[in-house]
């Protein structure tokens, strides 16, 4: 028997879903702190299943996978659907939104640190 090991949060029912698939897999549950942790790394892989949605009902669906995801980092962390609003309105007024439609495609180094994945030179994500 071939493993693939994912080492990843799952879903409640997806033992049930392998096992139904006559597969095995090894599952652990892990504690709160365990469970934070891996919550925000889950939001990351979800967001990138829509990279790779190619119709409206997969983009739809993977949507739905990141906030599910969001909704219980929201309920272990207690954080409020009001605490969201303040910080997207303080987000807005310090950075705008995206009607303009604007791509960076490099600036100078000024010292800003920021959280997206930098890109080198010759990656040309949306070539002129």
């Known amino acids: 028997m071939k493993k693939i090991y994912y080492q990843k ?9 392998i096992k139904k698939a006559g597969a095995q897999g090894k599952f652990r549950k892990l504690n709160k702190k ?5 919550l925000i790394r889950k939001v990351e892989e979800e967001a990138s299943g829509m990279q790779t949605a190619k119709t409206k009902k997969e983009l739809v669906s993977e949507m739905a996978d990141v906030l599910d ?3 219980e980092i929201k309920k272990i962390k207690k954080i409020r659907n ?5 910080a997207r309105k303080a987000n807005m007024k ?6 303009k439609r604007l791509y960076l495609v490099w600036s100078s180094d000024d010292g800003y640190k920021t959280n997206e994945k930098k890109y080198s030179k010759q990656v040309k994500a949306f070539p002129k």
């Open 9 to 17: 949060l799952i879903r409640d029912n997806i033992p049930a879903n």
């Open 34 to 38: 365990q469970f934070a942790t891996a």
């Open 69 to 71: 995801v969001i909704e």
């Open 82 to 86: 009001a605490d969201i609003a303040r």
């Open 94 to 99: 310090r950075k705008g939104g995206f009607k």
